[in-house]
C-alpha cells in the first residue's frame, strides 16, 4: 500500500523559510508526475511545483524564484525548499505523485502558517 507523508510544515515569520518534505512509502509503477499542491481556506487547490518523468519542471506563476522542488530517488523522497514567504504562502502543503497507469496518490498536508 502506498503512503505519502509530508512533515515540515509550521509557522514562520514573513520572510522566513522552510523545506517541505514528502515521504513514500510502498511502490509505485511507472511514475511519471510528482508535484507539490497548496490549498488556502476558501480557495481551490493549486499547483506549487512539479516534476515529470521527462525531466520537466513547473512552477505556480505566484512562486516567481522563490521555492525549488527537488527529489531523493534513492530514499524516495521530495522536497519543496521554499524561501522568502509572506503571508499569502499561508496554505496547507500536499503532495502528490502519479502513474503512467492511472494511480493518484496524495498525502495527508501539511500546514504552513506565515505571520506578517
Known amino acids: 500500500q502506498v503512503q505519502l507523508v509530508e512533515s515540515g510544515g509550521g509557522l514562520v515569520q514573513a520572510g522566513g523559510s522552510l523545506t517541505l518534505s514528502c515521504a513514500r512509502s510502498g511502490n509505485i509503477f511507472s511514475i511519471n508526475y510528482m508535484g507539490w499542491y497548496r490549498q488556502a481556506p476558501g480557495k481551490q487547490r493549486e499547483l506549487v511545483a512539479s516534476?515529470?518523468?521527462?525531466?520537466?519542471?513547473t512552477y505556480g506563476d505566484f512562486v516567481k524564484g522563490r521555492f525549488t522542488i527537488s527529489r531523493d530517488n534513492a530514499k524516495n523522497m521530495v522536497y519543496l525548499q521554499m524561501n522568502s514567504l509572506n503571508p499569502e504562502d499561508t496554505a496547507v502543503y500536499y503532495c502528490n505523485i502519479a502513474s503512467r497507469l492511472g494511480n493518484d496518490y496524495w498525502g495527508q498536508g501539511t500546514q504552513v502558517t506565515v505571520s506578517s
Open positions: 516534476f515529470t518523468s521527462g525531466g520537466r519542471i
